[in-house]
Every structure is written in C-alpha cells, then in structure tokens.
C-alpha cells in the first residue's frame, strides 16, 4: 500500500471522526455513534498498513479514546431506548444541503429491518411521487431486508389519476425485488411520520417534501440530494419497543 493511499485514509478517518464529534457535541448521538464506528474501522486500517511503531502507537491510543467514547454513547442510547425515554431532535435550517435520504435515515436502520411504515398526507404529485420512490430505493440499497412497506397517504382529490398509475407502477417494481407495498388512503390524515419494525420513529415536520426546487435541469442538486437545498424543518427521532402495535 503506497505512502499516498495510507495519507488517504488518514484523511477520510479525520473527517468522519470529526463529523462524530460535532455530531456528538450537538446532543445527536445516534449519527454520532455510525460515524464514530466508521471512523475507528479506517484508523484501524490506517494502523494495520503503517510499518512505524511510534506512529502505532499513536493510532492504538486514538482508536481506544474513540472506542471508549463510542462505547459510552452506545450504553447511554441503550439505557433510553430500554426506559422508553430516547428522543433526538435534528433542525434542517431554511437553503442547507447534506440532508439527503441516506444521511437522514442511515443512523437508524439496522439489519434487523425488514418492514417499514410511511404516514405521509403528500405523495401525490410528481415531485412527491418520486420523493418517496427514491426513499424506496434507499431502503434497497441499505443494509436491511426490508420485505414490507406500508404507505398511507391523502388521494390527489382534482386527479388521482397520476398518483395511482405510479403507485401502482412501484408496487409492481418493488415486488421484483422482494418487496411488498401496502396501499391506504385516508382523507383524515395530517400528521407524517415514519416507523421502522427495529423500533425507530423518525418524525419530519415536512414529510419526505422537505427538498426545495432546483434552480435548474442542469443545476448542481438536481441529481444528487445532498446538494440539494432543504427547507425548514424539524426532525424527532423517537425509539420504542412496541412499534408494531402503534
């Protein structure tokens, strides 16, 4: 392994771990605890390619402080979760970016997942639409099994016509990949809020639509999320025992 490609990922580990401790400071420890586990995973491969035994010894001491800090965080998150007391709050200020599907809902899926349940009054239009498809494939791509997921959302009143053509297109590609979709409608339905069957609820004061328009087809945001603009909103995480029976 050349000079250059340790440099990189001592660089990569210096940038999670940092992210970990901002995170960490921030009261945010469920994201804090996934990037301080990333974090300690590259400085250990860092430590197995360095031939120096002072530079190992280095990273031996920052990696027990990391493993140390991440072990407390992990029993703490534990204790609440088991006395039904863990809540998180996460506030997406008006135009930030980094705020994309994966980055949200990664800290909190498990390979324990495999069935999810989506109360969101607005998948209606287009943009919605594809919202919660890209949500789909973000649970595809995550490292669950996901079998099931529930929709229940508000039907468009003016022209349903599009919105159940492309529900009805998911479902059908969503079972070629083992996947399940559950369809309700409810004309009641106000609050949104996403439920996984590992005990995480993740409620976002703007459902899956908190993403503003891009400026353009060929604007930077327009493909990847992360990039893309948010607006305001908030994010409570809860975690219960009993999510099911919800």
Known sequence: MTQNHVSGMEASAVSVLKRAVELDQSGRLQESLVCYQEGIQLLMDVLKAVKDESKKGHYREKIKGYMDRAEQIKAHVNQMKEDGKYHEQIKISEDATGYSYEVLFKPYISSSLTEVWVEDPYIRHTHQLYNFLRFCEMLLKASCKVKKIHLLTSQDEADNSQQSSALSEMKDSLSTHGVTLDLQYSST???????????????VGRGLDYFKRPKGRFSVGFCDYDLRQCQETTVDIFHTKHTKSL
Request: hydrophobic share 40%; proline share 0%.
């Open 189 to 203: 339905i106000h609050d949104r809020e996403i439920r996984f069957d590992n005990g995480w609820i993740i409620k």
